[in-house]
């Protein structure tokens, strides 16, 4: 049987180590019933090796199957919202108040997920029943975070004694080949300062994975530098105990030590430069959701501030409330658009594969010579940016 070998081009080409290639090269090598990676690099080098293989052009990236380090699948059957921040919550809460979330809601977002051909994903949950039912399901790999949302400090032994109560039962049920537990403060004007604490030291004492959203709208920057705004007005007497740090929001967490946990933080939106240093030297991961920033017009994540720091970012969707999708394709997709020049195609795709593992406490598959062709992820970002839609159900 005649081997067949062909040189697969991309704008980018990544193997899980080091820097993508970009207008890279993958050579795969077939067989009657096998298919292997014989070589990631570059073009010229795979033409003067292999002369006689055919060329194709597939097109964005091959990669490690990428990975979607941010939803929230029990939110997948909200409308979408395009409006404020704030308005945005009040949808949510109507939303679950009208019985919305749950676990039918889960299984269609867990669908979408899978059919968008994701290796990982970290979804944050708000239901034990949603989470049994996640932790039962065999061939997942991720993170479920159980979502922890007490703004008042009264409340804080009383609740963390329920954390650690609920998390050793969610973590009895944990498969080895299904997702793992983890935690998620939902962000640190919803934490009281006490609690915010107590959780970030529980997760690193029992090496439990973190997230945290921070750093998402203006409103946010404005509640913990001077106390009032729109987010006030929202949390009325929920903020009754919180008084503004004067810090930036990823500040105030520092100064809580709770980077200390290199908890994964969602958004980091509006974040300066000490802000952006405190977060790659705590070997914190940022989760960059740039379709639910738009929607919720909460401003532009500062892509090159983070990559002149060397701090490691990841791609995440967010929920269909405020995400058209849950292609966390179709996220890098956007941010290519909403950079520009800002931003390489490389670094784009190592955001969205090696980011999104170390995001989860992961690590990143590699494309070696050897590997099986079906670990090679093409991607399906077409030259106008479009995103072709997931075709094939698992
Ligand atoms: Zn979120």
Redesign the pocket.
């Known amino acids: 049987m005649a081997l067949t070998r062909t040189r697969r081009r991309a704008r980018a080409v990544y193997g899980g180590l080091g820097h993508p290639v970009e207008d890279g090269v993958m050579v795969v090598q077939e067989a009657a019933d096998d298919a292997v990676v014989l070589y990631v690099g570059s073009d010229d080098e795979a033409a003067r090796r292999w002369p006689d293989a055919g060329a194709r052009d597939d097109g964005f990236a091959l990669s490690p199957a990428p990975v979607n380090a ?1 939803v ?1 699948l029990d939110l997948s059957t909200m409308a979408y919202v395009e409006d404020t921040y704030e308005a945005f919550v009040r949808a949510v809460l109507a939303h679950g108040r009208a019985g919305g979330r749950g676990l039918e809601a889960a299984k269609a977002g867990l669908a979408e997920v899978r059919r968008s051909g994701v290796a990982a994903f970290g979804d ?1 949950v708000a239901d034990a029943e949603v989470m049994h039912w996640l932790l039962e399901q065999p061939n997942l790999s991720g993170v479920a975070y159980w979502e922890v949302i007490a703004p008042d400090p009264a409340d804080a032994d009383r609740v963390f004694d329920e954390v650690v109560e609920a998390l050793r039962a969610f973590r009895a049920r944990q498969r080895p080949d299904g997702l793992r537990v983890g935690l998620s403060p939902h962000a640190p004007h919803t934490v009281s300062a006490p609690l915010l604490r107590k959780l970030a030291q529980l997760a690193q004492a029992n090496d439990l994975p973190l997230q945290i ?1 921070v750093a998402e709208s203006p409103s946010e920057v404005r509640l913990h530098r001077s106390g009032d705004g729109p987010l006030r007005e929202l949390m009325g007497d929920l903020l009754g105990a919180f008084r503004p740090s004067g810090r930036t929001p990823v500040g105030y967490l520092a100064s809580l030590g709770v980077l200390e946990a290199a908890p994964t933080l ?1 958004h980091g939106v509006h974040v300066d430069e000490a802000d952006v240093g405190r977060i790659e030297r705590s070997g914190s991961v940022v989760v960059h959701c740039p379709r639910s920033n738009a929607a919720l017009g909460t401003g532009r994540f500062p892509w090159e501030t983070y990559a002149a720091h060397g701090a490691t970012v990841a791609f995440g969707t ?2 269909r409330g405020s995400s058209p999708s849950l292609d966390v394709q179709a996220e890098v997709a956007a941010a290519q658009a909403l950079h520009g020049d800002r931003a390489h195609v490389g670094g784009l795709v190592r955001a969205a594969v090696k980011g999104g593992y170390r995001a989860l406490g992961m690590a990143t598959p590699r494309i070696t010579r050897g590997t099986p062709a079906s670990a090679v992820a093409t991607w399906r970002i077409a030259a106008d940016g479009t995103v072709v839609p997931p075709s094939s159900a698992i």
Do not use: F
Request: glycine residues 0%; charged residues 15%.
């Open positions: 941010h929230h944050v959203h969602v967010d929920s």
